[in-house]
Nanobody
Framework: QVRLVESGGGLVQAGDSLKLSCEAS????????FGWFRQAPGKEREFVSA???????YTADSVKDRFTCSRDNARNTAYLQLTSLGPDDTAVYYC?????????????????WGQGTQVTVSS
């Protein structure tokens, strides 16, 4: 059974940083692309970043100067480093994995999703 567990979210102040983790089990992560998405209240779930294997990284223009995606296959884990956070970054952040992904920013490409971790940024 495939399972993704996100962690690292929390309540922070504007300008702070957070590092989110996504630990996968039940699959061989080496073959999978990890994707990060977020969903703010009342908004659509949007692409944030993705990292394939071997390592190609894709990041949304809106966050590419502040967010960095990485992975550690030995730990079956992907990470999303968030810096210079602002209130607009407040959302539930989701991790997803997919194999043979052609369009990394498309939600439909991903087969498995985690439950999400809440990030709240106060001004």
């Amino acid at each position: 059974q495939v399972r993704l567990v996100e962690s690292g979210g929390g309540l922070v102040q504007a300008g702070d940083s957070l590092k989110l983790s996504c630990e996968a089990s039940g699959l061989i992560v080496d073959r999978y692309t990890f994707g990060w998405f977020r969903q703010a209240p009342g908004k659509e779930r949007e692409f944030v970043s993705a990292i394939s294997s071997p390592t190609n990284i894709y990041t949304a223009d809106s966050v590419k100067d502040r967010f960095t995606c990485s992975r550690d296959n030995a730990r079956n884990t992907a990470y999303l480093q968030l810096t210079s956070l602002g209130p607009d970054d407040t959302a539930v952040y989701y991790c997803a994995v997919g194999e043979n992904i052609g369009i990394p920013f498309s939600r439909n490409e991903y087969s498995y999703w985690g439950q999400g971790t809440q990030v709240t940024v106060s001004s």
